[in-house]
């Protein structure tokens, strides 16, 4: 035995080993609580992780969804723009069938009018007129 137990009685040994007793039950309590804090600890940077992941995706679907709704948008526009072009070829081409029977007409108004010109020429030519 050391030095410093030698004088002490035998209940001052089990007061001692009691209290060494103590302190050791203290210092696993201790280790246990430390380990369960670093438990709680990791199942928390772990669930963070899992919502990081989460937004990660969440991100990346939004972004694509994004882009879909872009495309379809784009594509949209461009059907509306091809359907006002073929309205405006379709406007034209109306105008200018209109407009070609307007100048048949006047074309056959000037023909009649000739006929007639050349008609009365020659009835005054024949004295009919």
């Known amino acids: 035995m050391s030095d410093q137990y030698r004088n002490l009685t035998a ?3 089990r007061q001692e080993l009691a209290a ?6 203290d210092l696993e309590q201790t280790l246990d609580a430390e380990r369960r804090a670093r438990q709680e600890l990791q199942n928390a940077v772990n669930y963070l992780q899992e919502q990081q992941a989460e937004i990660e995706r969440l991100t990346a679907e939004r972004d694509a969804e994004k882009q879909r709704a872009d495309a379809q948008q ?3 526009e461009v059907a509306e723009a091809r359907l006002q072009q073929e309205r405006d070829v379709r406007q034209a081409v109306q105008q200018l069938h209109e407009e070609f029977k307007y100048a048949q007409l006047i074309a056959e108004r000037r023909h009649l009018a000739q006929c007639y010109l050349t008609c009365a020429a020659q009835a005054r030519a024949f004295g009919c007129a």
């Open 74 to 76: 784009q594509r949209a």
């Open 20 to 25: 060494r007793d103590t302190r050791i039950n």
């Open 11 to 13: 209940e001052q040994l």
